[in-house]
């Protein structure tokens, strides 16, 4: 794990920066899984790192989201594997494989028939809880 990012470079894959911390990686999958997804979650040296010696990590805490979304019954991908790296206990990064999911999107289902005559409160209805399980997802 010394170099992630040197080993994600590739033709295969699209990089993309959160922050400054988080690194999000779309790799070219295979049949079962078009596309893959890896995050490195680096932290920045000095006391920041300290408050990790008690806390599961960025990855771990994700993992555990996906899961109970899904357990309350929306799709949310389950990783495939989440690591970490620590240096005497403190965490140094983690990272996180997750699968990629074929998605729906929100405008073409809010276009579908009988949908659009609704009222406002009825498209809540609908959208409001694939918007919350991607909320609790950290989409």
């Known amino acids: 794990m010394d170099a992630p990012d040197r080993v994600l470079a590739s033709?295969?894959?699209?990089?993309r920066e959160?922050?400054?911390?988080?690194?999000?990686?779309r790799v070219e999958g295979d049949e079962q899984h078009?596309?893959?997804?890896?995050?490195?979650?680096n932290l920045p040296p000095g006391p920041g790192r300290l408050r990790y010696l008690?806390?599961?990590?960025?990855?771990?805490?994700?993992?555990?989201v996906a899961r109970r979304v899904r357990?309350?019954?929306?799709?949310a991908p389950?990783?495939?594997?989440?690591?970490?790296?620590?240096?005497?206990g403190a965490l140094v990064?983690?990272?996180?494989?997750?699968?990629g999911l074929p998605a729906v999107d929100l405008r073409e289902k809010l276009r579908e028939p009988g949908l659009?005559?609704?009222p406002p409160r009825g498209r809540v209805e609908v959208g409001g809880p694939l918007k919350q399980a991607r909320h609790a997802a950290g989409v």
Request: glycine share 8%; charged share 35%; net charge positive.
């Open 11 to 15: 033709s295969r894959s699209v990089a």
């Open 18 to 25: 959160q922050g400054g911390r988080k690194r999000f990686y």
């Open 34 to 41: 078009p596309a893959y997804f890896v995050k490195v979650f």
């Open 54 to 64: 008690a806390r599961r990590s960025k990855a771990r805490a994700e993992a555990d």
């Open 71 to 75: 357990e309350r019954g929306f799709d």
């Open 78 to 88: 389950q990783p495939l594997a989440v690591g970490e790296e620590r240096c005497r």
């Open 93 to 99: 990064r983690s990272i996180a494989v997750v699968p």
């Open 116 to 118: 659009g005559d609704a």
